[in-house]
């Protein structure tokens, strides 16, 4: 494949990554909890939302690291820091995909086991951590994210 065609796909498919995962971050996710008259069906659709948008970032933050490395191997160097954004990016994903998700999915589950709702179970201060931290690193990966589009918008030196 062309270089160019290459940095134009990497263009395309990275701002319709960064701006499907922003979108359901900051606006689908908070609609639904302010739409939804219970929180434990709005939580458990955001849980869902959130692991289909992880998964599918592993495997596009895999393939634009793919690209950037084609790239830098063509000698447009501004790349290379372009592949640790996407590692930074990675990392945020997999924490969230493979630890915390599923923590908070079976702490959530152990709760409606017991008739409750995670809220009111013994549960809930471990899960509100749990809910920060993977708030926290969703915060990491759009600000990544929005400095990868930007870099990727860039010209050649």
Not at 89 to 100: D, N, P, S, T
Not at 115 to 125: D, I, P, T
């Amino acid at each position: 494949m062309h270089p160019i065609r290459t940095q134009r796909i990497f263009s395309l498919i990275s701002g319709l990554w960064v701006g499907s995962f922003i979108t359901i971050g900051f606006l689908v996710v908070p609609i639904l909890f302010s739409s939804l008259g219970d929180r434990q069906v709005a939580g458990m659709v955001a849980a869902n939302l959130f692991k289909v948008t992880a998964y599918s970032g592993v495997v596009i933050s895999l393939l634009l690291m793919l690209m950037a490395s084609f790239l830098v191997r063509h000698e447009l160097a501004h790349y290379r820091l372009m592949r640790w954004i996407l590692l930074g990016m990675l990392a945020c994903v997999v924490g969230a995909a493979f630890i915390l998700i599923p923590w908070m999915n079976s702490l959530r589950d152990q709760a409606l086991y017991s008739g409750l709702s995670v809220r009111e179970s013994s549960y809930a201060v471990l899960f509100s951590r749990l809910h920060g931290a993977s708030s926290i690193l969703f915060m990491i990966q759009s600000l990544l994210g929005l400095a990868l589009v930007w870099r990727a918008t860039k010209n050649a030196d």
